[in-house]
Protein backbone atom coordinates (compact mmCIF):
# COMPACT_ATOMS: atom_id res chain seq x y z
CA UNK A 1 0.00 0.00 0.00
CA UNK A 2 1.33 3.29 -0.80
CA UNK A 3 1.56 6.04 1.73
CA UNK A 4 -1.21 9.09 1.50
CA UNK A 5 1.08 11.75 0.06
CA UNK A 6 0.08 14.57 -2.50
CA UNK A 7 1.92 13.00 -4.95
CA UNK A 8 1.82 9.06 -6.77
CA UNK A 9 4.45 6.64 -5.30
CA UNK A 10 7.16 5.25 -7.93
CA UNK A 11 8.11 1.69 -6.84
CA UNK A 12 12.07 0.29 -7.55
CA UNK A 13 11.70 -3.10 -9.01
CA UNK A 14 14.22 -5.58 -9.76
CA UNK A 15 13.66 -8.70 -11.87
CA UNK A 16 15.10 -12.40 -10.06
CA UNK A 17 18.12 -13.77 -12.18
CA UNK A 18 16.41 -17.44 -12.24
CA UNK A 19 12.79 -17.18 -14.14
CA UNK A 20 11.27 -19.81 -11.41
CA UNK A 21 12.19 -17.18 -8.85
CA UNK A 22 10.49 -14.18 -11.33
CA UNK A 23 7.43 -13.07 -9.87
CA UNK A 24 3.81 -11.41 -11.90
CA UNK A 25 3.39 -7.85 -10.85
CA UNK A 26 0.29 -5.90 -10.98
CA UNK A 27 -1.36 -2.54 -9.70
CA UNK A 28 -4.74 -1.34 -9.16
CA UNK A 29 -5.94 2.39 -8.13
CA UNK A 30 -9.00 3.11 -6.78
CA UNK A 31 -8.98 7.29 -7.46
CA UNK A 32 -11.89 9.19 -6.01
CA UNK A 33 -13.57 6.84 -3.57
CA UNK A 34 -15.44 8.24 -0.69
CA UNK A 35 -16.39 7.11 2.52
CA UNK A 36 -19.62 7.20 1.86
CA UNK A 37 -19.34 4.25 -1.06
CA UNK A 38 -19.98 0.86 0.64
CA UNK A 39 -17.18 -0.91 -1.51
CA UNK A 40 -13.78 -0.22 -3.33
CA UNK A 41 -13.79 -1.87 -6.73
CA UNK A 42 -10.25 -2.63 -8.25
CA UNK A 43 -9.01 -3.68 -11.07
CA UNK A 44 -5.44 -5.15 -11.30
CA UNK A 45 -3.24 -4.65 -14.21
CA UNK A 46 -0.27 -6.66 -15.20
CA UNK A 47 2.43 -4.07 -15.27
CA UNK A 48 5.63 -6.13 -16.67
CA UNK A 49 5.98 -8.02 -20.09
CA UNK A 50 5.92 -11.73 -19.91
CA UNK A 51 8.43 -13.24 -22.62
CA UNK A 52 8.52 -16.91 -23.75
CA UNK A 53 10.54 -19.03 -26.31
CA UNK A 54 9.78 -21.83 -28.40
CA UNK A 55 12.07 -23.73 -31.14
CA UNK A 56 10.69 -25.43 -33.95
CA UNK A 57 12.16 -26.77 -37.70
CA UNK A 58 11.01 -28.05 -41.12
CA UNK A 59 13.86 -30.55 -40.76
CA UNK A 60 12.53 -34.42 -39.76
CA UNK A 61 15.72 -35.96 -40.23
CA UNK A 62 17.60 -34.08 -37.54
CA UNK A 63 17.14 -33.41 -33.78
CA UNK A 64 17.87 -30.09 -32.08
CA UNK A 65 18.84 -29.44 -28.47
CA UNK A 66 18.57 -26.16 -27.01
CA UNK A 67 21.26 -26.15 -24.23
CA UNK A 68 21.20 -22.16 -23.65
CA UNK A 69 18.66 -19.15 -24.23
CA UNK A 70 19.46 -16.05 -23.03
CA UNK A 71 18.32 -12.38 -23.57
CA UNK A 72 21.84 -9.45 -23.35
CA UNK A 73 21.27 -5.94 -23.29
CA UNK A 74 18.10 -5.93 -21.81
CA UNK A 75 17.29 -4.06 -18.10
CA UNK A 76 16.69 -6.25 -14.95
CA UNK A 77 16.14 -3.25 -12.98
CA UNK A 78 13.42 -0.39 -13.60
CA UNK A 79 11.60 2.41 -11.52
CA UNK A 80 7.35 2.08 -11.94
CA UNK A 81 5.15 5.44 -11.21
CA UNK A 82 1.71 4.90 -10.37
CA UNK A 83 1.38 8.47 -12.03
CA UNK A 84 1.10 7.76 -15.69
CA UNK A 85 1.44 3.75 -15.27
CA UNK A 86 5.16 4.18 -16.82
CA UNK A 87 8.48 2.51 -16.16
CA UNK A 88 11.89 3.76 -16.43
CA UNK A 89 14.33 0.92 -17.29
CA UNK A 90 17.91 0.04 -15.56
CA UNK A 91 21.45 -0.38 -16.79
CA UNK A 92 21.45 -2.99 -19.44
CA UNK A 93 22.29 -6.84 -18.33
CA UNK A 94 22.10 -10.70 -18.96
CA UNK A 95 19.57 -13.02 -18.04
CA UNK A 96 19.74 -16.79 -18.59
CA UNK A 97 15.67 -18.13 -19.84
CA UNK A 98 14.90 -20.97 -17.96
CA UNK A 99 10.93 -20.65 -18.36
CA UNK A 100 8.56 -17.95 -18.61
CA UNK A 101 10.36 -14.31 -17.98
CA UNK A 102 8.40 -11.69 -15.90
CA UNK A 103 10.48 -8.71 -17.58
CA UNK A 104 10.56 -4.97 -17.44
CA UNK A 105 8.97 -2.98 -20.46
CA UNK A 106 11.73 -1.12 -22.14
CA UNK A 107 13.28 -0.59 -25.57
CA UNK A 108 14.98 -3.47 -27.08
CA UNK A 109 17.52 -1.14 -29.49
CA UNK A 110 20.96 -3.17 -28.01
CA UNK A 111 18.97 -6.80 -26.70
CA UNK A 112 19.85 -9.83 -28.44
CA UNK A 113 18.55 -13.08 -28.35
CA UNK A 114 21.86 -15.67 -27.81
CA UNK A 115 21.24 -19.49 -28.38
CA UNK A 116 23.28 -22.38 -27.93
CA UNK A 117 22.31 -25.72 -29.50
CA UNK A 118 23.43 -28.92 -30.97
CA UNK A 119 22.20 -30.62 -34.46
CA UNK A 120 22.32 -34.50 -33.56
CA UNK A 121 21.48 -37.46 -36.33
CA UNK A 122 20.11 -40.09 -34.60
CA UNK A 123 22.54 -40.40 -31.37
CA UNK A 124 25.54 -38.12 -33.41
CA UNK A 125 25.97 -34.45 -32.80
CA UNK A 126 26.92 -33.36 -36.44
CA UNK A 127 26.99 -29.54 -35.40
CA UNK A 128 26.96 -27.56 -32.17
CA UNK A 129 26.01 -23.82 -32.09
CA UNK A 130 27.30 -21.58 -29.41
CA UNK A 131 26.35 -18.48 -28.39
CA UNK A 132 24.29 -17.47 -31.91
CA UNK A 133 22.75 -13.44 -31.20
CA UNK A 134 20.16 -12.55 -32.69
CA UNK A 135 19.04 -8.94 -32.76
CA UNK A 136 15.83 -7.85 -31.07
CA UNK A 137 16.47 -3.83 -32.41
CA UNK A 138 13.78 -3.84 -34.95
CA UNK A 139 10.92 -6.21 -33.08
CA UNK A 140 9.43 -2.91 -31.16
CA UNK A 141 9.31 -2.28 -27.80
CA UNK A 142 7.87 -4.54 -25.01
CA UNK A 143 5.32 -3.07 -23.76
CA UNK A 144 3.49 -3.58 -20.22
CA UNK A 145 0.92 -6.24 -19.76
CA UNK A 146 2.02 -7.59 -22.91
CA UNK A 147 2.53 -11.47 -23.47
CA UNK A 148 5.57 -12.40 -25.97
CA UNK A 149 6.35 -15.49 -27.76
CA UNK A 150 9.57 -15.33 -30.07
CA UNK A 151 9.55 -18.81 -32.20
CA UNK A 152 13.11 -19.77 -33.02
CA UNK A 153 13.09 -21.26 -36.62
CA UNK A 154 16.12 -23.54 -36.72
CA UNK A 155 17.85 -24.15 -40.02
CA UNK A 156 18.48 -28.00 -41.65
CA UNK A 157 22.07 -26.90 -41.71
CA UNK A 158 21.99 -25.78 -37.87
CA UNK A 159 23.84 -22.69 -39.37
CA UNK A 160 21.49 -20.10 -39.29
CA UNK A 161 18.09 -18.78 -36.69
CA UNK A 162 15.39 -16.82 -37.33
CA UNK A 163 12.62 -16.00 -35.35
CA UNK A 164 8.93 -14.36 -35.51
CA UNK A 165 7.84 -12.67 -32.42
CA UNK A 166 4.00 -12.58 -31.59
CA UNK A 167 2.40 -9.93 -29.10
CA UNK A 168 -0.71 -10.83 -27.16
CA UNK A 169 -2.26 -9.48 -24.11
CA UNK A 170 -2.81 -11.49 -20.80
CA UNK A 171 -6.21 -12.86 -20.81
CA UNK A 172 -6.97 -14.27 -17.21
CA UNK A 173 -5.37 -15.62 -14.95
CA UNK A 174 -4.52 -18.98 -16.25
CA UNK A 175 -2.90 -17.58 -19.22
Do not use: C
Not at 46 to 63: C, E, G, I, M, P
Amino acid sequence: AAESTASYPKINYTVADLAANQNDFVVAQALNQTQANPKVTFAFIHVLTQVNFSAKTANTDLTYNVTSVKLTGISKTGTYNFADASWEAGSPTDLQKNGALMLIPQSLTSANIVISYNVLKGDNVIKKVTDESISLATTGNWEAGKKIRYTLDLTATGTTVSFDATVGPWGTETD
